[in-house]
């Protein structure tokens, strides 16, 4: 059974940085293109950001220029740089494959506020 474990978020202010990890178990990561999806309150799940197995990286429109997708396959573990945060980057954020073929994890939450 694959577990997929989030972490790193945090309360931060506009303008700050935080560096979200997600851990995977029981699944190699490297043959999978692997996104980052977040939720906000009130809203739909979206995709953040993804990273293809061979290395290629993809970002929603909102987040371009800000953050930064990459990968660690010996680590088994996908990394999301955020910067420049904004009070509309506030959900929970969440990794799985472009499919959601793993199990979902907790999440981890990103709270941006003054």
């Known amino acids: 059974q694959v577990q997929v474990v989030e972490s790193g978020g945090g309360l931060v202010q506009p303008g700050g940085s935080l560096r979200l990890s997600c851990v995977v178990a029981?699944?190699?990561?490297?043959?999978?293109?692997v996104t980052w999806y977040r939720q906000a309150p009130g809203k739909q799940h979206e995709w953040v950001a993804s990273t293809t197995s061979g290395l290629s990286t993809y970002y929603v429109n909102s987040v371009k220029g800000r953050f930064t997708i990459s990968r660690d396959n010996a680590k088994n573990t996908v990394y999301l740089q955020m910067n420049s945060l904004k009070p509309e980057d506030t959900a929970v954020y969440y990794c799985?494959?472009?499919?959601?073929?793993w199990g979902w994890g907790q999440g981890t939450q990103v709270t941006v506020s003054e």
């Open positions: 799985n494959t472009w499919d959601a073929r």
């Open positions: 029981g699944s190699s990561i490297s043959i999978y293109r």
